[in-house]
C-alpha cells in the first residue's frame, strides 16, 4: 500500500502512478459525458488524477522490472496509454453506430441540413443524430455504463501489469467486427423511420402521376418531417432496450474479450 504522503513516496511509486495515469487518462477523457469539450479540462485532469490514486493499489509489479533509462520507461509509458486508448475507443465505436443511425434517419426525412454543435466534439451533427445521442447517453449513465469502463480498467491492471501489453492477431479481427458492427447498428436504429418513409415517398410518387396538378414536393416535405418524427417516437421503445444491451454486451467485451487480446 503506498504511503498516503506523496513526499514519502520513493521512485519506484512515483513511477508505478505514471503508469496508472497513462492507462487511466485515455479511458476517462474518451469516456462518454467526460468526452465533452464543455467539461473544463482542470475537471478531467483532478478526476484523472484521483482515479489513478484509487487504481494505484492494484498495481503488482517488481522493481526490478521497471526500465532504468528514461527512453525505456517511455515505450513502457507509451504501451500504458495505448492499453487505455483501446479501450476507449471500442465503445466509442457503440456510440459512433448510434450517431450514424440519427444520421440516415435525418437525412431520409430530409433534416440532413438542419444541424446543431455537438457538444462532445464541437462540430456540426445533424439534429436528429444528435438527438439520439443524447437520450443513449442519458441511458448509458442510466445502466451503469460507466461502471463498467472502471471494471475494466480495474481488471486490465490485474491481467495485464505495465509495460506488459501483447497484441495478439485477433484485436484486429475484433475491430473489423466492431467496425462491420457500427453499420449494423446504425440500419437497426434508422429501420423503423427509413422503412416507413420509402412507403412514402412510394405513395407519393404515385399521387403524384395520379394527380400532376398537386405540387407534391412542396407537400412532401411537411409529410415525410412529420411521419419520420412520429414515427421516431414510436420507435424509441425498441431502440432504448436494444441500445442497453449493445452497452452491456460492449462492457462485458472489454473484460472478456478485449482484455484477453492484449495480454501473453
Avoid at 436504429?189 to 404515385?206: H, W
Avoid at 416535405?221 to 441500445?243: A, K, Q, R
Wanted: net charge neutral; charged share 10%; with cysteine.
Amino acid at each position: 500500500m503506498p504511503s498516503t504522503a506523496l513526499w514519502n513516496w520513493s521512485l519506484f511509486q512515483f513511477q508505478s502512478y505514471l503508469l496508472v495515469l497513462m492507462r487511466v487518462a485515455p479511458v476517462l477523457f474518451m469516456m462518454p459525458v467526460l468526452s465533452s469539450r464543455n467539461l473544463p479540462n482542470l475537471l478531467k485532469i483532478g478526476l484523472t488524477l484521483t482515479v489513478g490514486l484509487i487504481f494505484l493499489p492494484w498495481v503488482r509489479m517488481d522493481p526490478a522490472l521497471l526500465p532504468t533509462e528514461p527512453y525505456s520507461f517511455a515505450f513502457f509509458l507509451t504501451a500504458e496509454l495505448m492499453i487505455g486508448f483501446i479501450l476507449a475507443l471500442s465503445v466509442k465505436i457503440v456510440l459512433a453506430g448510434i450517431q450514424l443511425g440519427g444520421e440516415l434517419a435525418g437525412f431520409q426525412m430530409g433534416l440532413s441540413l438542419a444541424n446543431v454543435v455537438d457538444p462532445a466534439s464541437q462540430v456540426n451533427t445533424p439534429v436528429i443524430s444528435q438527438f439520439l445521442y443524447l437520450m443513449t447517453l442519458v441511458l448509458f449513465l442510466a445502466v451503469d455504463g460507466h461502471h463498467w469502463f472502471f471494471q475494466a480498467v480495474g481488471q486490465s491492471f490485474l491481467l495485464l501489469a505495465p509495460g506488459e501489453i501483447h497484441l495478439q492477431p485477433g484485436i484486429h479481427r475484433h475491430f473489423l467486427y466492431l467496425m462491420g458492427n457500427l453499420f449494423v447498428i446504425a440500419v437497426k436504429i434508422s429501420a423503423p423511420v427509413v422503412a416507413v418513409l420509402i412507403f412514402t415517398q412510394i405513395a407519393l410518387g404515385i399521387l403524384a402521376k395520379a394527380v400532376p396538378q398537386v405540387n407534391i414536393l412542396m407537400t412532401s416535405f411537411p409529410i415525410t418531417i412529420g411521419l419520420g418524427l412520429l414515427f421516431l417516437g414510436f420507435s424509441l421503445d425498441l431502440v432504448f432496450p436494444y441500445c442497453e444491451v449493445l452497452f452491456q454486451e460492449a462492457g462485458k467485451g472489454l473484460v472478456s474479450t478485449l482484455l484477453p487480446l492484449m495480454r501473453r
